[in-house]
């Protein structure tokens, strides 16, 4: 019964934006992303959280609470865009993207080592996969199924466009040790919070958070170059894919030392791109539960 009301919603919101012009879209949009916002205390309270542990005191109030609506609209015209995007076209796709120093990763291919890409849940998270397959060649990411059938497969079948495979979570090691050998691309979102026994310690935004060492324990066991690349949009229209210089592990330190310093400067580039662009970060997460999760709970 839930897949059934999962996937009417999906196709009334998907006939909505394929069918009506877009200024209506975006009016629609913005109206439920308030109600949605206006009704989901549990996740307000969350997206605060994390505002008050990122700036404090630094930022004013009424700024936190226009990110958090902000974050609102964020999902849904990702959720949008990701309707557009079924079944596009390697030229259609292309024409609405823009890349800052992809000669970063032409150099790095151009050398021949594996290339393991790393983003955040950050602007319009769904479209760089496509985006990076599309400029750089087929590529090899890791996701957990959603909970309904229905929605993982329809969310499958897009993501899985221009040559994507789509490797599960749970012992995603072996396989992505595979893909790298095969000379595809690699791709992890490496923002969210992580087990006690899963993550490292880091500093991100000055507060103490567990953040996963995937990306640097494959740097180190296969020689690969980590290059950070993240997506932002100005009009919904139009999408910029920044690429950062590659963080090469230094194989010189002792294997812990070298995963440790490769993951903390992993949590400095994120947290340098959320700082520009602060409304485009998905702060619905518990980023920070391993270290503070007292501060989640509404009844404390």
């Given amino acids: 019964m839930r ?5 009417a919603l999906f196709n009334l919101f998907r006939q909505m ?13 913005r109206g439920l992303a308030r109600l949605i916002h206006a009704l989901d205390a549990r996740h307000r309270h969350i997206a605060r959280v994390n505002l008050d542990l990122a700036f404090g ?26 309707v557009r995007n079924q079944g596009i076209s390697r030229e259609e796709l292309m024409g609405k993207l823009r890349f800052e120093n992809a000669q970063i990763v032409d150099e790095a291919k151009r050398s021949g080592r594996p290339i393991v890409f790393i983003t955040a849940h950050y ?15 087929p590529l090899s990411v890791v996701g957990r199924p959603l909970d309904s059938p229905v929605m993982d497969e329809i969310l499958r079948r897009n993501r899985e466009q221009f040559d994507i ?14 893909a790298l050998k095969s000379g595809r691309n690699v791709g992890l979102l490496v923002d969210q919070n992580t087990a006690e026994n899963e993550g490292l310690l880091i500093d991100f935004f000055g507060k103490e958070a567990r953040h996963t060492p995937a990306a640097a324990i494959l740097a180190k066991r296969m020689d690969a170059v980590v290059i950070p690349a993240f997506i932002t949009t100005g009009d919904r229209e139009t999408y910029t894919v920044t690429v950062y210089p590659p963080l090469e592990i230094d194989q010189r330190l002792e294997k812990e030392e070298a995963i440790a310093k490769n993951v903390q400067a992993q949590a400095k580039v994120t947290e340098e791109a959320i700082r520009k662009k602060p409304d485009e970060w998905f702060w619905l997460h518990q980023r920070w539960k391993n270290r503070y999760e007292h501060l989640y709970r509404r009844d404390k």
Avoid: C
Wanted: charged content about 30%; hydrophobic content about 45%; cysteine-free.
């Fill in 57 to 82: 005191e630094t930022m004013p109030d009424a700024q936190k609470e226009r990110i958090i609506e902000k974050t609102y609209e964020n999902l849904l015209f990702n959720l949008a865009d990701f």
């Fill in 165 to 178: 495979e789509m490797i599960p979570k749970k012992g995603a090691m072996k396989s992505l040790i595979k």
């Fill in 3 to 7: 897949d059934r009301l999962y996937l």
């Fill in 123 to 137: 602007g319009n998270w769904e479209l760089i996969s496509l985006a990076m397959a599309a400029r750089f060649g």
């Fill in 17 to 29: 934006v394929l069918h009506t012009p877009k200024k209506i879209q975006r009016l629609f949009i």
